[in-house]
């Protein structure tokens, strides 16, 4: 087995544990011989912890179910950052590989010292460790082995156990609990003493707080907090205190003034300035003559809309110390966040993650646990928990940004690329805790001493951009320009959501390049190949193709599309091959997808995120667009946001293209963008015009026929 | 103002003391401690909240306790009595049909109830019963296939 590769010639050790060296932080194991392993990544309801209990499993040579895979903390447990970005696999798996190599090590070492054996004639299988005659168990030794020690490393990296547990399909660990209705959510929490708090947010973005009339609640067990127009309600009953806060917005009064843009010109919005001008790729040289095509794309805001509100809960302790419990992507950056907000030190708050219902990007996760540290301050000793309406969840958390891209292609007599470029215009895509030196929590904005925030930045390049994530196509085209430009100033918060501008980039160049083909009078399938030599991208597209039966005539109504990409460029590659019918409504029928993400770690975990993630891609796609006036949110519950229902969800036929000797990536975003062009391309074939801005509703196409008819000679 | 309310939940009569306008699921919840039954909207639009009452599927979280007294309410952890798990609750294991699992509960109920009055259903009838369920993780056909099996496994025995 070939040992794990240096990332830094400094370290040899993976980056996550070369930043949490010491190995207890990551393992311990019990006297009955349970092990313990707390890693950095959350479970978002993506299955990461199952997945990794594998690999933690297979290093240490124990049963899967003698792992039991704590919740991430800020004081006991290792800091690896935010799970975003599909890096979990990626990052922590190599981390957790290696300490768990070697703590066995250490038990080993230590059961051959006893035994005056020698270590290669040690065996650890199921958990007991053997030599010849001699056994002795991970549990029994638990006493002895001091796992309060860095990795080292010159010592060993992996047993290679693999075979055995990586690359099947354990079921997930968690999965049994909650689908037996048990309490493991945020939700559920219920601790000694606990009250419960609710928040009453302002009536639109931009509102203060003018009035609040006195005494609203009079002399009932619910009490008020409120400090500017950051307004809560804290009490011991939960009804009660949910029928407070109606109470209270009745008895408050706002300044309120429109501050929203027309969200029927997202396109003129998004290029009204001031910019940062990201520039991806520079053209040396201006492009060849040729015949040019141009073709302008968009897409709207789009919610989060997890089916769970966001829950927080915190506690301020008698010693000064603040505990806090929440659903966050990344509960060091929330802790850091709260301190710098309350101007504490960071050492005296503890952060414990609690798991929540899936989880898409940066939502109100990290609000609503501030909001639960602002309430609790009225109560010290006793712990707050803190649940969103859904009126806030869809109104208030980050949305996901409103996109447009303009692309314009040069193509030769044969109508392939002889030149691609393409402006990108977004808002930024993170506003997380902690953004530009700024805490970045919700409720800050509505203090007494508001802090003021910046419209939302995007991630580094190495994180894989935002703004621009994808934009660079995957093809080999000779001349190449692509420019983002980030939105510096906008009244709408927005933030991270699953692929972030990769959803918008690779629905925009996947649609171009089927107009491109079309004007070519070329199959698109064969152009894309003509324009690609990347063997595990042909690869991926050749058996999504042959999967669905690509080339097969279509039935009148009925259209089918392809669409694909590499993920941020170094992650999963996806292809996606969308069955449409085009009648009275816009259905899909099928989806045909083929993925590699290198080694394949849990096969059915993969197909379930690459399941997952197509649906709600064509959920985005078909149906989804935040909606406003120019003073408030108005897309506020499940009527005025729809989501994909289950009459509406497509067959999804999943082909995993795997090559064990590659690293792991992530597969929870490959599918977005590939579903959303898929689709685009799919309907394009069924009906005959092309609809370029998300999203695909019946509307949207119907206008398109009409204008198509209006402006045939 | 508190007033008593009696009610059969999971075959056992339970009497708790609310505000009449306190929700089915907030008693469920708080006073008797099933939480199996989520919130999701309040509103009684995405299904995470779903339970039997008289043996219909209703939305707790939209049921005020005024409207439930001398009901008989069945949650997802009653579905089955004892500690085992209902055929849709195994087969949906079996089936890994679900990711973050919060919109399960309501799923589950909406399909046992329609597995009792249809005990093998087609994907029609499936897909139709579980359209008032939302589930934003994208596990719907794996949802409907496991259903599925739940009914033709009990047809099979």
Known sequence: MTPERATTPASPLPRDLAANPILSR???????????????????????????????????????????????????????????????????????????????????????????????????????????????????????????????????????DRSRLVGTSAPRLDLPDKIAGRPRYIHDLRLPGQLFGRVLRPPSPGARLRRLDADPLGDGDVHIVRDGSFVGVVGADEAEVSRAVETLRAATTWDEHDTLPDENDLRGFLRTGPHETIEVLTAERPPPAGRTLRAGYSKPFLAHASMAPSCGVARWNDDGTLSVWSHSQGIHGLRAAIALALGMDVDRIE?????????????????????????????????????????????????????????????????????????????????????????????GAHLERPWRYPAASDPPPENGAGTVRNAVPIYDFPH??????????????????????????????????????????????????????????????????????????????????????????????????????????????????????????????????????????????????????????????????????????PEICVELVEDPGLPSVGAGEAAQGPTAAAIANAVAAAVGVRVRDLPLTPEAVIAAIESADLTQP | MTKEFELTVNGTAVRVETDPSSSLLHVLRNELDLKGARFGCGLGLCGACFVQMDGKVVASCDVPMWSAEGRTVVTVEGLEPGDGLHRVQQALIEGQAAQCGYCISGITVTAATLLETSPVPDERAVVAALDRNLCRCGVQRRVVRAVLQAGSAAAAT
């Open chain 1, 351 to 443: 952060v414990e993650h609690a798991q929540s219902a899936g989880c898409y990007g940066h939502n109100a996760a990290d609000d609503a646990a501030f909001d639960a540290v602002l309430l609790a301050r009225d109560v010290p000793g006793r712990p707050v928990h803190v649940q969103w309406s859904r009126r806030d969840e869809l109104t208030w958390s980050p949305f996901g940004p409103a996109m447009s891209v303009d692309a314009q292609a040069v193509v030769d007599a044969s109508g392939m690329v002889a030149s691609w470029q393409s402006d990108v215009w977004s808002q930024g895509h993170t506003s997380r805790p902690g953004y530009l030196g700024a805490p970045g929590l919700l409720a």
């Open chain 1, 480 to 649: 190449r320009r692509v420019t983002g430009h980030r939105l510096l100033q906008t009244p709408i918060r927005s933030s991270a959501m699953r692929a972030l501008g990769a959803f918008m980039n690779v629905f925009a160049i996947e649609s171009f390049m089927d107009e491109l083909a079309e004007g070519a009078g070329i199959d698109p399938l064969t152009y894309r190949l003509m324009h690609l030599a990347d063997a595990r991208g042909r690869k991926v597209l050749q058996r999504a193709a042959a999967a669905a039966g690509w080339g097969a005539p279509a039935a009148d109504g009925t259209g089918r599309g392809i669409g694909f990409a590499r993920y941020k460029g170094t992650g999963a590659y996806c292809a996606v091959v969308a069955d449409v019918a085009a009648e009275h409504e816009i259905r899909v029928r099928r989806l045909t997808i083929a993925v590699d993400v290198g080694l394949v770690v849990n096969p059915d975990g993969v197909r379930n995120q690459i399941e997952g993630g197509a649906t709600q891609a064509a959920s985005w796609t078909l149906k989804e667009r935040v909606r406003f006036d120019r003073r408030k949110i108005t897309s506020d519950d499940w009527e005025s946001y729809p989501i994909l229902r289950f009459s509406e969800a």
């Open chain 1, 26 to 160: 990551w393992v311990t194991v019990n006297p009955d011989g349970a092990m313990d392993v707390r890693v950095g990544k959350v479970e978002l309801g993506q299955g990461i912890l199952t997945a990794l209990a594998q690999i933690a499993a297979a290093e240490l040579g124990v049963d899967l179910d003698q792992i039991r895979m704590l919740p991430a903390n800020t004081t006991h447990g290792p800091d690896e950052g935010l799970t975003s970005g599909s890096m979990s696999i990626a990052r922590c798996g190599p981390a957790l590989r290696v300490a768990c190599a070697q703590t066995r090590a250490r038990f080993v070492a230590e059961a051959a010292r006893t035994w005056d054996a020698d270590a290669d004639q040690v065996t650890v299988r199921r958990g007991r460790i053997r030599c010849g005659e001699r056994v002795t168990s991970y549990g029994a030794l638990a006493g002895v082995v001091d796992l309060d020690v860095p990795a080292d490393p010159e010592k060993p990296r992996t047993y290679g």
